[in-house]
Nanobody, 125 residues
Framework: QVQLVESGGGLVQAGDSLRLSCASSGRTFSTYTMGWFRQAPGKEREFVAAISWSDSNADYADSVKGRFTISRDIAKGTMYLQMNSLKPEDTAVYYC??????????????????WGQGTQVTVSS
């Protein structure tokens, strides 16, 4: 079992920055990839970014590339999402997820077997 807890969400203005954190506990040594997804009201959950737990290779959705940075601290068992130049369209509940099996696409929600409870990010114009 892996437990994930997100934090760092909030209400900001367009152009501001936020850093989300995802603290993991449990069988974290078995994690292959961790990712961030987001879900806006009335929309499907979508991929934001993912990072390989072993070598920190990262991947980003085109909509956030150049503005968001994903990172992880293995010693702390924590993943981060630094979000800069935020836009109103970034407003969503942000979820972190862990993939403990590997082998599939980090962009797919079905690749991940553990999820956090989500943290709200609201960007006003």
């Amino acid at each position: 079992q892996v437990q994930l807890v997100e934090s760092g969400g909030g209400l900001v203005q367009a152009g501001d920055s936020l850093r989300l954190s995802c603290a993991s506990s449990g069988r974290t040594f078995s994690t292959y990839t961790m990712g961030w997804f987001r879900q806006a009201p009335g929309k499907e959950r979508e991929f934001v970014a993912a990072i390989s737990w072993s070598d920190s290779n990262a991947d980003y959705a085109d909509s956030v590339k150049g503005r968001f940075t994903i990172s992880r601290d293995i010693a702390k068992g924590t993943m981060y999402l630094q979000m800069n130049s935020l836009k109103p369209e970034d407003t969503a509940v942000y979820y972190c997820a862990a993939d403990t099996y590997g082998g599939g696409s980090s962009w797919s929600i079905y690749e991940y077997d553990y999820w956090g409870q989500g943290t709200q990010v609201t960007v006003s114009s």
